[in-house]
């Protein structure tokens, strides 16, 4: 669901090129060292644990809808000691907003390639339905132990499809103390994405132009860059012999190309008279402007996760998560579940709760007055005020051969909010709300 | 940004990290400089029926090893400890398994499916692990003829067991008494 | 930046508070916790697919850090 190039980052492609087969070479020599080093320590009962499951998405009014197979497979050589492989592939399609309003007058938009246009119907939600992808990602992580006292855990994955590439390295370093009841454990995780819009990369907070003749399309670069670097400290601690708790901090640091190339801002006329809250026109034309992110970022959260389970063997998991940022959004996910454990069975209910606030530059509209001296916006909803709700259900059944089967049902609820338009814009639906549902199908083996 | 450099140095952090390498002692302790196994007059239930304490098998070698039927490498240690017991029995050793599970159906649906060659005891009061000093899962103790601790192994590790071996070699090789 | 001083002030808390308690078991006190059930990420494949319908739906991600728990055994 990756929405296109929802949170994108990078360098010009040339000058990635040779960074990344640097990196590839690295990679392999890594991982050729270690496979080197396995073959050694291999022993008797080893095994190959796998989890395959498929996901389809699907939201209501025939937006985007998806599918999604996954299949993880982990070698064990001993308790502790693990090389997981991790494939997914997804296909989307279906229309995503494009960040415009909704109009009174029928309205239309040049397609991102600039060789199309497409239209929104008097109050109809702006919809950009050039809307097709499919991503292929793959992922590895090796984990083991370096004595009784430490561990260490290195990965690396790579993620594309055809206008976004991502590839990143991680690692982690794990402390035990205290007879292994605290854990403090460090994560860094290194990426580099590339993000080649389809039409190139436009001019952000230009005048969106009517077809790719415009002077705009041919100025336009073929990619952009970004890299992100992520850090997390946090402590695990055994509380009981039922209990289990983890505290987590982490900081994350995206800096590049942070914007959308697909999302758009309309500007509405804001003088007095027959057209105020109307769409602002120049040269007969409605103006609309690409969107355009700060870039770099500066993320942090605080986590922290509970598990504890009941005499009669169920499970109750819980986590909250606070985030903010440098862009403004603050946010709280709640999420619990609870695991009804039978024989050879088990159904979890789950509930989760999210809500953030809106982004310093997140502007519904511009307006015909300010929009030339604006230097960031972005009409993204998911950079608005928005809460979102998760209900779901899953039910797991353990056959005789110890594999199982799984499936979970849920659904995905959004609500936006923000100010209400000024004029005849104040009558059109500019917070649109989201419904979707998930379900997945899973086998372990 | 992220440079070439900083991506080296990751990965040479992890490397070093990964292939340093630890050992295990493998030899035994002096027996000028040793301590007594405790808890040797406790009397616990067998797997086999009897009660046995550690005092009833004096003037052996014994292997006493913590274990938990949830503990995957007490797992992998069960046929590797049934090989030994049967290869040194002549020679004096003997293996006493104690198994620490809270619950004991838990236990026994195990001892089931892995069928141990060598005596398993229940402590499931947990009655002996605190003095012996038990840090991990397994926990084994090698016991002299005298009854004192020789040497300890913490876990199960397939690379260490020549070591182990060669330490219950070395203590058979002692003069009893 | 002032959260940041409260989020390390919280963090050194949570350290003091749990390395120097007796929180925690036995060795041969884990058998609940050596459960996958008990892992903190006991169903990595759900969680990574609904964190991809999250990320891709929300402004925010990431920050749930990785696994723990399991028999710690040795």
């Given at each position: 669901?990756?929405?296109k190039?929802s949170e994108?980052?990078a360098?010009?492609?040339?000058?990635t090129?040779?960074k990344n087969?640097?990196?590839?070479?690295?990679?392999?020599?890594?991982s050729c060292?270690?496979?080197?080093?396995?073959?050694?320590?291999?022993?008797?009962?080893?095994?190959?644990?796998?989890?395959?499951?498929?996901?389809?998405y699907s939201?209501?009014?025939?937006?985007v809808s998806?599918?999604?197979?996954?299949?993880?497979?982990?070698k064990?050589?001993?308790?502790?000691?693990?090389?997981?492989?991790?494939?997914?592939?997804?296909?989307?399609?279906?229309?995503?907003p494009n960040?415009?309003t909704?109009?009174?007058q029928?309205?239309?938009?040049?397609?991102?390639?600039?060789?199309?246009?497409?239209?929104?119907t008097a109050?109809?939600?702006?919809?950009d339905?050039?809307?097709?992808?499919?991503?292929?990602?793959?992922?590895?992580?090796?984990?083991?132990?370096?004595?009784?006292?430490?561990?260490y855990?290195?990965?690396?994955?790579?993620?594309a499809e055809?206008?976004?590439?991502?590839?990143?390295?991680?690692?982690?370093?794990?402390r035990?103390?205290?007879?292994?009841?605290?854990?403090l454990?460090?994560?860094?995780?290194?990426?580099?994405?590339?993000?080649?819009?389809e039409?190139?990369?436009?001019?952000?907070l230009?005048?969106?132009?009517?077809?790719?003749?415009?002077?705009e399309?041919?100025?336009?670069?073929?990619?952009?860059n970004k890299?992100?670097?992520?850090?997390v400290?946090g402590?695990?601690?055994?509380?009981?012999?039922?209990?289990?708790?983890?505290?987590?901090y982490?900081?994350?640091?995206?800096?590049?190309?942070?914007?959308?190339?697909?999302?758009?801002?309309?500007?509405?006329?804001?003088?007095?008279?027959?057209?105020?809250?109307?769409?602002f026109?120049?040269?007969?034309?409605?103006?609309?402007?690409?969107?355009?992110?700060p870039?770099?970022?500066l993320?942090?959260s605080?986590?922290?996760q509970?598990?504890h389970?009941f005499d009669?063997?169920?499970?109750?998991?819980?986590?909250?998560?606070?985030?903010?940022?440098?862009?403004?959004?603050?946010s709280?996910?709640?999420?619990?579940?609870?695991?009804?454990?039978?024989?050879?069975?088990?159904?979890?209910?789950?509930?989760?709760?999210?809500?953030q606030?809106?982004?310093?530059?997140?502007?519904?509209?511009?307006?015909?007055?300010?929009?030339?001296?604006?230097?960031l916006?972005?009409?993204?909803?998911?950079?608005?005020?928005?809460?979102t709700?998760?209900?779901?259900l899953?039910?797991?059944?353990?056959?005789?051969d110890?594999?199982?089967?799984y499936?979970?049902?849920?659904?995905?609820h959004q609500?936006s909010?923000?100010?209400?338009?000024?004029?005849?814009?104040?009558?059109?639906?500019?917070?649109?709300?989201?419904?979707?549902?998930?379900?997945?199908?899973?086998?372990?083996f | 940004?992220?440079g070439?450099?900083?991506?080296?140095?990751?990965?040479?952090l992890?490397?070093?990290?990964a292939?340093s390498?630890?050992?295990w002692?493998?030899?035994?302790?002096?027996?000028?400089?040793?301590?007594?196994?405790?808890?040797q007059?406790?009397?616990?239930?067998?797997?086999?029926?009897?009660q046995?304490s550690?005092?009833?098998?004096?003037?052996?070698?014994?292997l006493?090893?913590?274990w938990?039927?949830?503990?995957?490498?007490?797992r992998?240690?069960?046929?590797?400890?049934?090989?030994?017991?049967?290869?040194?029995?002549?020679?004096?050793?003997?293996i006493?398994?104690i198994?620490?599970?809270?619950?004991?159906?838990?236990?026994?649906d195990?001892?089931?499916?892995?069928?141990?060659g060598?005596?398993?005891?229940?402590?499931?009061d947990?009655?002996?692990?605190?003095?012996?000093?038990?840090?991990?899962?397994?926990?084994?103790?090698?016991?002299?003829?005298?009854?004192n601790?020789?040497a300890?192994?913490?876990?199960?590790?397939?690379?260490?067991?020549?070591?182990?071996?060669?330490?219950?070699t070395?203590?058979?090789?002692?003069?009893?008494? | 930046?002032?959260?940041?001083?409260?989020?390390?002030?919280?963090i050194?808390?949570?350290?003091?508070l749990?390395?120097?308690s007796?929180?925690?078991?036995k060795?041969?006190e884990?058998?609940?916790?050596?459960?996958?059930?008990m892992?903190?990420?006991?169903?990595?494949?759900?969680?990574?697919?609904?964190?991809?319908?999250?990320?891709?739906?929300?402004?925010?991600?990431g920050?749930?850090?990785?696994g723990?728990?399991g028999?710690?055994?040795?």
């Amino acid at each position: 669901m990756a929405d296109k190039v929802s949170e994108v980052v990078a360098v010009a492609v040339t000058k990635t090129m040779k960074k990344n087969k640097d990196l590839a070479r690295l990679l392999t020599a890594a991982s050729c060292a270690l496979v080197s080093g396995l073959s050694t320590t291999t022993h008797a009962d080893d095994s190959w644990d796998v989890d395959s499951a498929f996901l389809l998405y699907s939201e209501s009014d025939s937006r985007v809808s998806a599918v999604e197979p996954v299949v993880s497979a982990t070698k064990n050589y001993d308790e502790e000691t693990k090389l997981n492989f991790k494939i997914v592939a997804d296909t989307l399609t279906g229309a995503s907003p494009n960040g415009a309003t909704p109009s009174d007058q029928v309205q239309t938009f040049t397609s991102p390639s600039g060789k199309s246009s497409y239209n929104a119907t008097a109050g109809e939600q702006p919809l950009d339905d050039t809307f097709k992808d499919t991503r292929i990602a793959l992922s590895s992580n090796w984990s083991a132990p370096i004595n009784r006292d430490w561990a260490y855990g290195v990965g690396g994955y790579l993620s594309a499809e055809h206008d976004y590439r991502s590839l990143g390295v991680n690692g982690n370093l794990s402390r035990y103390l205290n007879q292994k009841n605290t854990t403090l454990t460090l994560g860094l995780n290194l990426s580099n994405d590339a993000v080649t819009p389809e039409g190139g990369v436009p001019t952000g907070l230009h005048q969106i132009p009517l077809d790719r003749s415009d002077s705009e399309f041919t100025q336009r670069s073929d990619s952009e860059n970004k890299n992100l670097v992520d850090a997390v400290f946090g402590v695990t601690q055994v509380i009981n012999s039922k209990t289990i708790m983890q505290f987590n901090y982490a900081l994350s640091t995206s800096s590049g190309y942070l914007t959308d190339p697909y999302k758009m801002l309309s500007v509405i006329d804001d003088t007095a008279g027959s057209n105020f809250g109307g769409n602002f026109q120049s040269g007969g034309n409605n103006v609309y402007l690409y969107e355009k992110r700060p870039d770099s970022r500066l993320k942090q959260s605080i986590y922290w996760q509970t598990k504890h389970q009941f005499d009669n063997s169920d499970v109750l998991d819980v986590s909250y998560r606070f985030m903010f940022d440098d862009w403004g959004v603050n946010s709280h996910t709640i999420d619990a579940k609870y695991r009804f454990r039978f024989d050879n069975q088990y159904l979890e209910p789950q509930l989760r709760w999210y809500t953030q606030s809106k982004a310093d530059f997140y502007n519904r509209y511009l307006t015909s007055s300010d929009y030339t001296n604006t230097s960031l916006a972005s009409a993204d909803y998911r950079l608005g005020d928005l809460d979102t709700y998760t209900i779901g259900l899953r039910y797991g059944y353990e056959f005789a051969d110890n594999t199982e089967f799984y499936t979970r049902f849920s659904l995905y609820h959004q609500e936006s909010s923000g100010e209400k338009g000024i004029g005849k814009l104040a009558s059109q639906e500019l917070y649109p709300g989201l419904d979707s549902m998930m379900l997945i199908m899973g086998y372990k083996f | 940004m992220i440079g070439n450099k900083s991506l080296t140095f990751t990965t040479a952090l992890f490397c070093s990290i990964a292939f340093s390498s630890f050992t295990w002692a493998a030899e035994l302790t002096p027996s000028s400089n040793v301590k007594a196994a405790p808890h040797q007059s406790v009397q616990l239930p067998s797997y086999q029926g009897e009660q046995v304490s550690l005092k009833s098998q004096k003037g052996k070698i014994l292997l006493v090893d913590f274990w938990a039927s949830w503990c995957g490498p007490c797992r992998e240690s069960f046929p590797w400890m049934t090989n030994i017991q049967a290869k040194y029995k002549d020679q004096g050793l003997k293996i006493i398994a104690i198994n620490l599970d809270q619950a004991k159906e838990q236990a026994l649906d195990f001892l089931k499916e892995y069928k141990p060659g060598f005596t398993v005891l229940f402590d499931s009061d947990a009655l002996l692990p605190e003095d012996f000093g038990v840090i991990g899962m397994p926990t084994s103790y090698l016991i002299d003829r005298q009854g004192n601790i020789r040497a300890t192994h913490i876990g199960f590790h397939n690379e260490n067991l020549a070591d182990y071996e060669s330490a219950i070699t070395q203590l058979l090789a002692e003069k009893g008494e | 930046m002032r959260g940041v001083s409260g989020i390390f002030g919280l963090i050194s808390i949570t350290i003091a508070l749990t390395g120097c308690s007796d929180l925690g078991v036995k060795p041969w006190e884990r058998g609940i916790l050596a459960q996958q059930e008990m892992n903190l990420i006991n169903e990595p494949i759900e969680s990574s697919l609904n964190d991809h319908i999250y990320f891709s739906k929300e402004a925010s991600s990431g920050g749930q850090g990785f696994g723990g728990g399991g028999c710690g055994c040795n």
